[in-house]
């Protein structure tokens, strides 16, 4: 076994302890593996918040297996169809001090706003109804629907 223990000399960050039961790897190395599964991390992370990964609701053994590869299957959908969007349909997330990046709820924000205004909204009627409306509470009726519950 190797143990790696690593101190933040400025004190910003607390201590952290590493173990691997591959004694050959460098303690840089171990660090290394521990900091690739951060994407992973995150995405179960996401997957538990806006999917509900893990609170299966079913009580049979295949209800249960079925269960997790769906939603890592539509978390795959949802990223895809937000990587597709042009930039400009990629709207409706939300923002406060700090934030850098696009998180998974702000894609499936934006996903369901294209889907509700694409496709949902447009089937309606004579298929105008979407366009008859006025900007601003057209805007409001997607900004309503879209954002991830």
């Not at 591959?22 to 179960?44: D, K, M, Q």
């Not at 969007?85 to 700090?98: D, E, V």
């Amino acid at each position: 076994m190797r143990w790696v223990f690593v101190r933040d000399v400025s004190g910003t960050h607390r201590d952290e302890y590493f173990f691997t039961t591959a004694p050959e790897l460098t303690p840089s190395a171990v660090i290394g593996h521990y900091c690739g599964r951060w994407n992973i991390e995150t995405t179960f992370q996401e997957a538990r918040s806006a999917l509900g990964l893990e609170t299966t609701r079913g009580w049979c053994k295949n209800t249960v297996l079925r269960a997790g590869p769906c939603l890592f299957g539509l978390y795959t959908v949802v990223a895809l169809l937000f990587h597709a969007l042009p930039a400009a349909k990629r709207t409706g997330a939300g923002a406060w001090p700090g934030k850098a990046t696009v998180t998974f709820s702000d894609a499936l924000c934006a996903v369901r706003r294209w889907l509700w205004a694409e496709a949902v909204l447009p089937q309606a009627g004579d298929g105008t109804a979407l366009q008859k409306l006025p900007d601003p509470i057209r805007e409001l009726l997607l900004t309503t629907l879209a954002p991830a519950a």
